[in-house]
């Protein structure tokens, strides 16, 4: 042995005198500290060893005295070797070795709440604006009429599972530090229930549950955004002695060629003649309640930007509304007739430095800094 042998007793924090009950006790607070189930060190694995191998020489009557009488060595020469135990996992360990569960939940059936269900429903962005009522329609398990859940046929009882006799859970036994390691797991002919029906019920095939085609409204609230979930409380799977499960449905906002959404600003575009844009003109811009109208001075250049306030979307906080961009678009005749091309190689002409000089007066300040 090249590592230093540390005395039993100081490993569990005893001392010589210490009772079974005891030193039980001190395993017991240890193993819950130590087990690399529970444990980030990183020497928690050895610690649990050195621990768990303390307490099979002070847990058993006759190495106890051995150890008491000549130290490691008289364990050696009495022929001891600790066991090579597989830790298992620490739940285990306990249920094995305490007769009890550490995480305080039973091996027989838990209370199982059902699993939530997840659907699609899509929208029009106009009733994302305005909000919709919706029904959607989502296969659930649920719990079945005819047995009421039990998976029984109706007037047949329960009996007494023949896989585990009763107990809900079966051992299985292997080597451990405790002479035998016993590992508990849920019987899985009754599922930890300890009876299995007499006869299952026809409707669901003993399952207790059947799948079954459920519709109800959904209430989508205004300002929707596109990809957000709605939960459904209690629409979803049935439970196993719980409570069932929730539905989620994912919205989907079907894009609408006039809008762009941006959040909860809406984006549009307006066109304009090269006439228009220069002489000014009042344009009417779809929006999502109706046409609103749209005055843009002489002189509007394309690219720019006009803010309808409070046209967006509704927000989804049920405070006010986003805005409504309108970006301007200068159309450029593509084909010109001869008299066309004339006036407008005239205007041309015509045209100076001064006609196209950025006009920076008070009131186009003013305009750009409330635009
Ligand atoms: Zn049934
Ligand atoms: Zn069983």
């Given at each position: 042995?090249?590592?230093?042998?540390?005395?039993?007793?100081?490993?569990?924090?005893?001392?010589?005198?210490?009772?079974?009950?005891?030193?039980k006790?001190?395993f017991?607070?240890?193993?819950?500290?130590?087990?690399?189930?529970?444990s980030?060190?990183?020497?928690?694995?050895?610690?649990?060893?050195?621990?768990?191998?303390?307490?099979?020489?002070?847990?058993?009557?006759?190495?106890?005295?051995?150890?008491?009488?000549?130290?490691?060595?008289?364990?050696?020469?009495?022929?001891?070797?600790?066991?090579?135990?597989?830790?298992?996992?620490?739940?285990?360990?306990?249920?094995?070795?305490?007769?009890?569960?550490?995480?305080?939940?039973?091996?027989?059936?838990?209370?199982?709440?059902?699993a939530?269900?997840?659907?699609?429903?899509?929208?029009?962005?106009?009733?994302a604006?305005?909000?919709?009522?919706?029904t959607?329609?989502?296969?659930v398990?649920?719990?079945?009429?005819?047995?009421?859940?039990?998976?029984?046929?109706?007037?047949?009882?329960?009996?007494?599972?023949?896989?585990?006799?009763?107990?809900?859970?079966?051992?299985?036994?292997?080597?451990?530090?405790?002479?035998?390691?016993?590992?508990?797991?849920?019987?899985?002919?009754?599922g930890?229930?300890g009876?299995?029906?007499?006869?299952?019920?026809?409707?669901?095939?003993?399952?207790?549950?059947?799948?079954?085609?459920?519709?109800?409204?959904?209430?989508?609230?205004?300002?929707?955004?596109?990809?957000?979930?709605?939960?459904?409380r209690?629409?979803?799977?049935?439970?196993?002695?719980?409570?069932?499960?929730?539905?989620?449905?994912?919205?989907?906002?079907r894009?609408?060629?006039?809008?762009?959404?941006?959040?909860?600003?809406?984006?549009?575009?307006?066109?304009?003649?090269?006439?228009?844009?220069?002489?000014?003109?009042r344009?009417?811009?779809?929006?999502?309640?109706?046409?609103?109208?749209?005055?843009?001075?002489?002189?509007?250049?394309?690219?720019?930007?006009?803010?309808?306030?409070?046209?967006?979307?509704?927000?989804?906080?049920?405070?006010?509304?986003?805005?409504?961009?309108?970006?301007v678009?200068?159309?450029?005749?593509?084909?010109?007739?001869?008299?066309?091309?004339?006036?407008?190689?005239?205007?041309?002409h015509?045209?100076?430095?001064?006609?196209?000089?950025?006009?920076?007066?008070?009131?186009?300040?003013?305009?750009?800094?409330?635009?």
């Amino acid at each position: 042995m090249a590592t230093a042998e540390r005395d039993y007793y100081e490993l569990l924090g005893i001392d010589r005198s210490a009772t079974e009950a005891e030193i039980k006790r001190a395993f017991r607070k240890l193993a819950r500290e130590l087990h690399p189930d529970v444990s980030e060190a990183h020497d928690a694995h050895e610690r649990f060893r050195e621990v768990a191998q303390a307490y099979e020489v002070l847990s058993n009557a006759e190495t106890r005295e051995l150890y008491d009488r000549y130290g490691h060595a008289g364990l050696r020469r009495g022929g001891f070797t600790p066991t090579d135990f597989d830790l298992g996992s620490l739940s285990d360990i306990f249920s094995a070795f305490f007769g009890d569960d550490l995480f305080g939940a039973t091996t027989r059936q838990r209370r199982a709440r059902g699993a939530d269900v997840g659907t699609v429903v899509e929208i029009e962005l106009a009733e994302a604006f305005a909000g919709v009522k919706k029904t959607i329609s989502v296969e659930v398990a649920v719990t079945c009429a005819t047995c009421a859940g039990d998976g029984a046929a109706p007037g047949t009882g329960r009996v007494t599972c023949s896989g585990c006799g009763g107990a809900g859970r079966l051992q299985q036994v292997s080597r451990s530090i405790f002479g035998e390691f016993v590992r508990t797991q849920a019987c899985p002919r009754c599922g930890g229930a300890g009876t299995v029906v007499e006869r299952p019920c026809e409707a669901c095939d003993g399952a207790g549950r059947i799948v079954d085609e459920r519709a109800f409204p959904v209430e989508i609230p205004a300002g929707i955004h596109d990809g957000q979930q709605i939960r459904i409380r209690g629409e979803g799977h049935a439970g196993r002695g719980g409570p069932p499960g929730d539905v989620f449905a994912e919205v989907r906002v079907r894009p609408d060629p006039r809008f762009v959404r941006d959040g909860d600003d809406i984006v549009t575009a307006v066109d304009l003649t090269i006439a228009q844009a220069a002489l000014g003109a009042r344009v009417a811009v779809p929006t999502l309640d109706g046409d609103a109208e749209l005055e843009l001075p002489a002189g509007t250049q394309p690219g720019e930007v006009r803010v309808l306030r409070g046209r967006g979307m509704p927000s989804l906080q049920g405070r006010g509304r986003g805005n409504q961009r309108v970006h301007v678009n200068v159309l450029v005749p593509r084909r010109l007739t001869a008299e066309q091309r004339r006036l407008l190689e005239e205007f041309e002409h015509l045209a100076g430095e001064d006609t196209y000089r950025p006009d920076e007066g008070f009131f186009d300040r003013l305009r750009s800094a409330f635009s």
